[in-house]
């Protein structure tokens, strides 16, 4: 079955500096959809792309789709506390009939003041 | 408009016990289900249904059942509760069940402990 790699699992920046976060996955996606989640919160949309190649802003956030539909990005310019949680990306496989996201088990980013 | 609403929002049971999660939601949406998330496991889905009278499995679906006999609400059981299901679960619904996704809406979430 289709399979969503995230790395990393865990990462710890200083407040200010610069946070990525990549997403592979095994077949080729349909669309992928990105997530935050606050500690003791739910995860809440942040995204979506769906044509290849795509790259969208959000103030400091920058979501990239690659090329070839199978790999996804995230990165956050100069990190406040505020961006504190989980971050999970979830593909849509491109094959007939399907509905089902697959999550990736998320980067938790720590942003130390 | 509530969104997505689940009750309750903490629950400890015993092995062998069953109980039922609910989830309803106002805002129409054709699309609901069910994820269980773990420790380093991400979110696993567990049943969805594309519309009342419609139900399917997920990533997850043994030792639970669901039913879709309204718009609205998309209970969960546990037939019997085992120290495995000890999770968080939470509930997410989308406007449409097709195959280009729109966004998901997810649930508080409910704590569940299985002794």
Known sequence: GQQVMQIPQYQHVQEGEDFTTYCNSSTTLSNIQWYKQRPGGHPVFLIQLVKSGEVKKQKRLTFQFGEAKKNSSLHITATQTTDVGTYFCAGLDSGAGSYQLTFGKGTKLSVIP | ?115
């Open chain 2, 1 to 115: 408009n509530a969104g997505v609403t689940q009750t309750p929002k903490f629950q400890v049971l015993k092995t062998g016990q069953s109980m039922t999660l609910q989830c309803a939601q106002d805002m129409n949406h054709e699309y609901m289900s069910w994820y269980r998330q773990d420790p380093g496991m991400g979110l696993r889905l567990i049943h969805y249904s594309v519309g009342a009278g419609i139900t399917d499995q997920g990533e997850v679906p043994n030792g639970y059942n669901v039913s879709r006999s309204t718009t609205e609400d998309f209970p969960l059981r546990l037939l019997s509760a085992a120290p495995s299901q000890t999770s968080v679960y939470f509930c997410a619904t989308k406007k449409q069940g097709v195959k280009w996704t729109d966004t998901q809406y997810f649930g508080p979430g409910t704590r569940l402990t299985v002794l």
